[in-house]
């Protein structure tokens, strides 16, 4: 069993990846993976939407900078990959004792 505050952040990076899913990425379909083994926790969600080139600020949200600093006060390591007419992949790894 995971601490209530992990369980929480990662609810809520997966929500946020969820929300740009729909609302961004005009994703028709949406994997999400939760593997939990020994000492370590990965989240992966993962799209078929439009894409985009995370070398570029993007305006008019928070969404992929509240999933950062969530990730960060985990402790966890977040890896957020695009392409635009790709789809994103959004990977979460978390060391936990």
């Not at 992966?44 to 995370?54: C, K, L, R, S």
């Not at 992949?89 to 936990?96: N, S």
């Amino acid at each position: 069993m995971l601490p209530v505050a992990i369980e929480e952040g990662l609810y809520h990076i997966a929500q946020e990846a969820l929300n740009n899913a729909l609302k961004h990425a005009h994703a028709r379909r949406v994997d999400i993976h939760l593997i939990a083994q020994d000492n370590h926790v990965r989240l992966i969600v993962e799209d078929d939407g439009q894409g985009f080139d995370p070398r570029v600020a993007h305006s008019g949200g928070m969404g992929l900078q509240s999933m950062r600093e969530r990730a960060a006060g985990l402790g966890a390591k977040l890896d957020i990959r695009s392409t635009p007419g790709a789809g994103t992949r959004i990977r979460l790894d978390l060391a936990v004792s």
